[in-house]
């Protein structure tokens, strides 16, 4: 099951997905250009690059008035229009790197830091900032608990299903020993289905927008300013907190399985505990956030919303991580 779902996984990672359009490719060429620090020359590019749109513009609106006056022909109308939306192309994306440069004057006021200009739509993609990252964030999440369920929700129960457990019984260290390597192997397995998940979409991010300046300031980027640290520090943090937070519930969900002794009924009451809530999520239920696991299987959610003292809810789902491994030990050695 693990191999069909790296085949499928890869299969969706080679299909044609979305790519920048021509704005976010101009965008990017002009913020590559002006990367690192604010300095003089820098800001001299702008104002000549900001310059020569608005001489296009004023050569436009010049050459509409002749027109609508009968002072030019339409074929020479139509040339001229060509010419200027072939030289303006860079417009909507210029406005966006004038509003950055606004936003890191005033930062650089606020704190007396320069963090500089940095390509930010890869750290907001894999960030998932707004609705519709928390939705990437959800479904995610969805494919993982899917899979994670169907293959871990079995592997306590087996020896309870075909009457293993008795045979295991002769011994303390023999369920002991079967314990342990069951964990391990449960471990192995979150590892696995953690990178399949997740390490395709890094990629594709890498592929198509780069992570550029890691170790600049998260101040560097509007949307991430709030958080103290640098840009490689956040991702790092992101990785760390969605996997551990991950396989605390895998931990609860192996626990469960202990408890009841039967894969069908492990399946449908982590089903209903850990991925009805993300479902819910999706279709705009926001309640569901307040009352499940879903702002830990997403990291951005938990990032965004406990910060300061928040944070420390952080303890919950390991704690109950840690419950559940020292229970499945004690529940199936001491059957």
């Given amino acids: ?80 229009l060509q010419t200027v939306q072939s030289n303006t192309r860079s417009s909507a994306a210029f406005s966006r790197v004038t509003v950055r440069l606004l936003y890191l004057k005033e930062y650089g006021k606020r ?46 129960t087996v020896e309870f299903s075909d009457g293993m457990i008795r045979l295991l019984g002769g ?32 990629i594709k991010i890498l592929q198509t927008c780069g992570l550029p300046k890691l170790h600049t300031s998260c101040g560097a980027i509007p949307s991430m300013a709030s958080f103290p640290m640098k840009l490689w520090q956040y991702l790092a943090l992101l990785y ?23 894969t ?6 982590a089903s209903l505990f850990f991925l009805f809530p993300q479902m819910l999520r999706l279709l705009g239920i926001t309640l569901a956030d307040c009352v499940s696991f879903n702002a830990f299987l997403s ?4 990032l965004h919303y406990a910060q300061g003292p928040l944070f420390l809810l952080a303890a919950v789902p390991v704690i109950l991580g840690i419950c559940a491994w020292r229970s499945i030990r004690k529940s199936f050695v001491f059957q």
């Fill in 1 to 80: 099951m693990i191999m069909i779902f790296a085949a499928l996984q890869g299969y969706l990672f080679f299909q044609e997905g979305e790519y920048p359009g021509a704005d976010e490719i101009y965008y990017q060429q002009y913020m590559e250009q002006l990367s690192g620090p604010v300095t003089d020359g820098k800001l001299a590019w702008l104002r000549r690059e900001n310059a020569r749109l608005r001489s296009w513009e004023k050569t436009l609106e010049e050459g509409r008035r002749k027109y609508e006056n009968h002072e030019m022909e339409e074929g020479e109308w139509n040339a001229l």
């Fill in 111 to 156: 704190t007396g830091e320069n963090p500089g200009f940095v390509y930010e739509t890869g750290y907001e993609s894999l960030a998932g900032l707004g609705k519709e990252g928390y939705d990437i964030d959800m479904k995610q999440g969805i494919w993982l608990l899917v899979i994670s369920i169907a293959l871990c929700s079995g592997i306590f």
């Fill in 171 to 202: 011994t303390v260290r023999g369920r002991m020993e079967t314990a342990n390597r069951k964990l391990l192997l449960l471990t192995t397995l979150s590892a696995l289905l953690f990178l399949t998940t997740y390490l395709p979409d890094l």
């Fill in 240 to 262: 760390l907190l969605r996997y551990l937070f991950y396989f605390c519930i895998l931990l609860m969900i192996a626990a469960l399985s202990v408890w009841l002794k039967d």
């Fill in 264 to 269: 069908v009924k492990t399946m449908a009451v």
């Fill in 299 to 302: 990291g951005n959610l938990f």
